[in-house]
């Protein structure tokens, strides 16, 4: 059965960063399809960056040169390094693949 687990959320500045995890396991052998959901209250859930079946990251536009998205295929884990956060980011992350989701974590940005 595949699971995951995201981590890393919490409160940060505005400006300031954060780096969120999302770790896979069971029968999950590549990180490729991985991605990154993010859902803000009152609002729908939607993507934030991920890899595609071939291994292409992409990007939404609201976080492209702020957001970079890596992967870790030995230790089946996607990062989502958040850099200059905006308090608009606020939101719970989510990581998806094969449309499985995680539970989500955090992420709050205010001063």
């Known amino acids: 059965q595949v699971q995951l687990v995201e981590s890393g959320g919490g409160l940060v500045q505005p400006g300031g960063s954060l780096r969120l995890s999302c770790t896979a396991s069971?029968?999950?052998?590549?990180?490729?399809?991985m991605t990154w959901y993010r859902q803000a209250p009152g609002k729908e859930r939607e993507l934030v960056a991920g890899f595609t079946g071939l291994g292409s990251a992409n990007y939404a536009e609201s976080v492209k040169g702020r957001f970079t998205i890596s992967r870790d295929n030995a230790k089946k884990t996607v990062y989502l390094q958040m850099n200059n956060v905006k308090p608009e980011d606020t939101a719970v992350y989510y990581c998806n693949k094969w449309g499985i989701w995680g539970q989500g974590t955090q992420v709050t940005v205010s001063s």
């Open positions: 069971g029968s999950i052998y590549s990180v490729n399809g």
